[in-house]
């Protein structure tokens, strides 16, 4: 068969031989100008390739955002050699590891280094990635060595480490044909068990040669993912040199179509269905780690596609811009920014299936101690077998879209159509995906470089083929409960509800005892009265009184409730006596000598308390204020006051008038005093001199005033009424 001359997988499987020998370099972070190229093993005295091939954004590559807050890191990158005289441009690859060390702990520390650090990474780089899987163990044995001897500038080890390496380039042991592709990456155990159906997801959305954008804060995870996902395409790792710059385009340049097939070769198998997918070509890039220094080429018009990786968190902030797809591997999760990508993307029924089954067969044989191997040390879940069903995939892949183009030029021929595939098998692959990856470059060059009938070599028809099924259903309904870890919560649930029931039982104990407690106490305390009342009640039989009487106490109490009776008492008669002063004695003798007890006039409805008048003058207040005459009490219009006295009477009604006369505070409960109540009782019947017996009444001290007024009532009404 007829194979690219160079850079491609061909019917041997020989790789691409550049002639390249392997370059060591040492870059250095200093503490001024940054990281830079220190010095280089495998060139001659003098020489510099990062100058000569323009490789500026080398020392960056090496020294990776966030390598100093670890031991120890590995970064993997990619640089464009330029085209030279006797071969054409190409893509080389670097691998580095980055160590730290205390300055203190320096023999001979130089002057430049002001830190407290020194941090340095030792770089590798070769033509091909296929090596580094056995390369980064050797390096990271030199670089841990070179860190123990405490004196940099000590390079014999590391000259020495060149010169293996271009010995074994030389004898072609880097470039051995053997299968190295599983050697390279991250487990792909670990990686279906991480993104379990999303793996798939990620290898077609590959396919479509997207902008697609890794970012996790481990450098050496984030590269190893990236390997990983390319791996999974057959003989894309060993088909690379189109990867570092999107202007190279070198692999369509030297491929052709094969002519002849050897069914027992697998490498002539998958040349001749025209894998690898070349999906790093002209306007494509692939950068492991890619350093914020390089992001012009990103946004750079000729970069159509690429997959790139970062741990520098600022990408986040413009996924927008630089990824239409995001894949964050700190949280595990893919963020689609395009639509249109996120809706060709979508898995089919059968799609799911096939992904669910080999999730299954990875879960069922995880092995927690060795994650790279399967519990059962068997095939059935192993590197092998997974690698193995991802070409099965891609093959039916490949075969159903040649058989759906044969179909749609033959859409009118009926006997063009396999009688054993029934209806058009890319569907179930997602008619969506097809139709965008059938408008990609790597399409383009796979279809341009095929056989119209690669459907007659492998079976067009997906490996788990068929609508949705209650099989599907209840996979993914167990997928989903599992993804749930409902045994993981559960347990926590149920620590922490046996923790609540040992404290609930403790206080309900506590409590328990406490009432325990008490009851008895009670009982205690009832048993003491009753024997205290048993002795008690003996005592009374006996003569002896059954309480005991304070005799000081109770004095002191009558004498108080004494007390306060004769100051109730008092207060009346006080008030009384007032009273007396002020106008009884003056009232009753005017009435006498006035004319007797007539009471025609208006003096006269005083009576002999001389306090009527002062209730009706309540009535004739305000009938006074209407005539607007000054109030005055009825008392005073009659005759038989002299002008001294009305004075002297006028001032007392009007101090009372205006608040100042108070009765005593013990009375303050009544509305009416008891001469009120004596003057209410004389407005019924004609004014008559006052009774002698009413004053003393009033003024006995043995008398209550209720006493006193219910006798004046009396009088009152066995009196005999006069003639108006």
Same mark, same amino acid.
């Given at each position: ?586 009232? #009753?003798?005017? /009435? &006498? @000598? %006035? +004319? *007797? $007890? #007539?009471?025609? /006039? &208006? @003096? %006269? +409805? *005083? $009576?002999?308390?001389?306090? &009527? @008048? %002062? ?110």
């Amino acid at each position: 068969m007829a194979t690219p001359s160079s850079g491609s997988v061909g019917e041997g499987g020989t790789s691409n031989k550049t002639g390249f020998m392997p370059l060591v370099t040492v870059v250095d972070f200093h503490h001024h100008r940054g990281p830079e190229v220190e010095r280089w093993f495998g060139v001659a005295e003098g020489q510099d390739p990062a100058a000569d091939y323009d490789w500026t954004l080398l020392p960056f590559m090496a020294l990776s955002d966030g390598a100093h807050a670890t031991t120890e890191d590995f970064s993997y990158f990619t640089l464009l050699r330029p085209a030279t005289e006797d071969s054409p441009a190409t893509s080389l690859f670097g691998i580095s590891c980055t160590r730290q060390l205390d300055a203190s702990q320096l023999l001979v520390r130089p002057s430049d280094v002001t830190r407290s650090t020194v941090q340095k990474a030792v770089v590798v780089i070769a033509d091909s990635p296929q090596s580094f899987g056995l390369l980064r163990e050797r390096l990271s044995v030199v670089t841990s060595a070179w860190f123990a001897q405490r004196e940099f500038s000590d390079t014999e080890i590391l000259r020495r480490f060149q010169e293996s390496l271009a010995e074994e380039q030389a004898r072609g042991q880097l470039n051995e044909e053997v299968d190295r592709d599983q050697y390279l990456g991250m487990s792909l155990r670990e990686l279906v068990r991480e993104f379990r159906w999303q793996t798939l997801v990620l290898l077609k959305c590959c396919l479509l040669q997207p902008k697609m954008l890794f970012f996790g804060s481990r450098c050496e995870r984030l590269c190893m993912m990236q390997f990983s996902l390319i791996s999974l395409i057959p003989g894309l790792l060993r088909n690379l040199q189109d990867c570092a710059g999107p202007d190279l385009n070198n692999y369509e340049k030297n491929l052709s179509r094969p002519t002849s097939l050897r069914t027992s070769d697998r490498n002539s198998l998958l040349s001749y269905m025209g894998l690898p997918l070349q999906i790093f070509g002209k306007g494509s890039l692939f950068g492991p780690y890619t350093p914020l220094q390089q992001l012009d080429i990103l946004a750079d018009f000729g970069t159509k596609s690429y997959i790139v990786g970062s741990t520098n968190s600022l990408l986040l902030q413009q996924k927008d811009r630089y990824s239409d797809i995001l894949i964050n591997l700190d949280e595990n999760t893919i963020n689609i920014t395009s639509t249109s990508l996120r809706t060709a993307l979508a898995l089919s029924h059968s799609d799911r299936r096939w992904i669910d089954f080999v999730t299954q067969e990875v879960n069922d044989t995880w092995d927690e101690s060795n994650p790279g191997r399967p519990k059962t040390m068997g095939y059935r879940g192993s590197e092998e077998f997974i690698r193995l069903q991802f070409e099965e995939y891609l093959l039916s892949l490949i075969s159903s879209v040649k058989y759906h183009s044969y179909l749609t030029h033959n859409a009118h021929n009926p006997k063009a159509t396999l009688p054993h595939i029934e209806g058009d098998p890319s569907s179930d692959f997602s008619n969506e995906w097809v139709e965008s990856w059938m408008k990609t470059e790597n399409y383009r060059m796979w279809d341009s470089h095929t056989d119209s009938h690669l459907f007659d070599i492998v079976e067009p028809k997906h490996p788990c083929a068929g609508g949705l099924t209650i099989d599907d259903v209840q996979r993914r309904i167990q997928q989903q409960v599992q993804d749930l870890h409902l045994d993981e919560r559960f347990a926590v649930g149920k620590e922490v509800l046996g923790r609540n029931l040992a404290a609930g039982r403790d206080k309900a104990s506590t409590m328990f005892n406490k009432l325990y407690a008490d009851m008895e106490a009670l009982r205690e305390a009832q048993r003491k009265r009753a024997e205290e009342s048993q002795g008690q009640g003996a005592t009374e039989k006996n003569g002896n009184p059954a309480y005991n009487v304070d005799l000081g106490k109770a004095q002191q109490a009558a004498s108080s409730v004494g007390a306060r009776a004769g100051a109730y008492i008092g207060s009346w008669t006080s008030w009384a006596d007032q009273k007396r002063k002020q106008g009884w004695g003056r009232s #009753s003798s005017s /009435s &006498g @000598g %006035g +004319g *007797g $007890g #007539s009471g025609g /006039s &208006g @003096g %006269g +409805g *005083g $009576g002999g308390w001389g306090f &009527g @008048g %002062g209730r009706k003058s309540r009535n004739t207040d305000s009938s006074s204020e209407k005539n607007g005459t000054p109030l005055s009490s009825p008392a005073l219009s009659s005759p038989g006051f002299s002008s001294m006295e009305k004075t002297q009477m006028s001032s007392v009604q009007h101090r009372a008038s205006e608040g100042t006369e108070r009765r005593p505070l013990t009375q303050d409960s009544f509305d009416e005093s008891v001469l009120d109540a004596l003057g209410s009782a004389d407005d019924s019947a004609p004014s008559s001199p006052a009774s002698p017996r009413k004053y003393a009444a009033l003024r006995g001290g043995s008398k209550s005033p209720e006493t006193a007024l219910d006798e004046a009532k009396s009088d009152a009404s066995t009196r005999p009424k006069d003639d108006a």
